[in-house]
């Protein structure tokens, strides 16, 4: 074998092993928030449309909690026009304790297929007087524009998780 094939080998094996890399690759967002309020108030705030729209910039969650239902957030634009900002599905729910369901934009410029949803689980855990709401969401890096939507996705946490927090200890 000469040397330049030697080393066009080497170049083809390299990005084989970084393509399978990336395609292994996780991008999540994990929070835990602990609140000073029951299990009952949290779940609530997470569940109750009127309450997800005093911290979810005014967007209201629509679902009737059973696996294989749709999930809506709605809101309205600025001119006052309904509009659908996440849809999804129930994937998991246990009442007062669980609920995992897909969520995609329709509104990004994306395709509308599986493999662009991401998957959201709120999980609350109550001990003593207190309750802890653990976030997670992903696989950004398994969907279109995936480090874009993870780094948007986890400004909006940052923003939201405060203000929830607030809202339930009141």
Do not use: H
């Amino acid at each position: 074998m000469t040397t330049r094939r030697f080393y066009l080998l080497i170049i083809i094996l390299l990005l084989i092993g970084c393509k399978s890399k990336k395609t292994n690759e996780i991008m999540m967002i994990e929070k835990k928030v602990q609140f000073s309020a029951p299990n009952e108030k949290v779940w609530d705030l997470l569940t109750n449309p009127d309450m997800t729209k005093e911290y979810m910039f005014g967007c209201e969650v629509i679902s009737n909690w059973k696996i294989g239902s749709p999930i809506l957030w709605k809101g309205q634009t600025e001119d006052g026009k309904e509009i659908i900002y996440v849809k999804g599905s129930i994937i998991e729910f246990i009442d007062g304790q669980k609920v995992t369901f897909t969520m995609f934009d329709p509104n990004l410029k994306l395709d509308d297929v599986p493999e662009n949803y991401l998957n959201l689980t709120y999980e609350l855990k109550e001990i003593d007087d207190k309750t802890i709401l653990k976030l997670t969401q992903g696989n950004f890096a398994s969907v279109a524009d995936g480090k874009k939507r993870y780094e948007e996705s986890l400004k909006g946490w940052e923003m939201v998780l405060p203000i929830m927090k607030q809202i339930a200890e009141k």
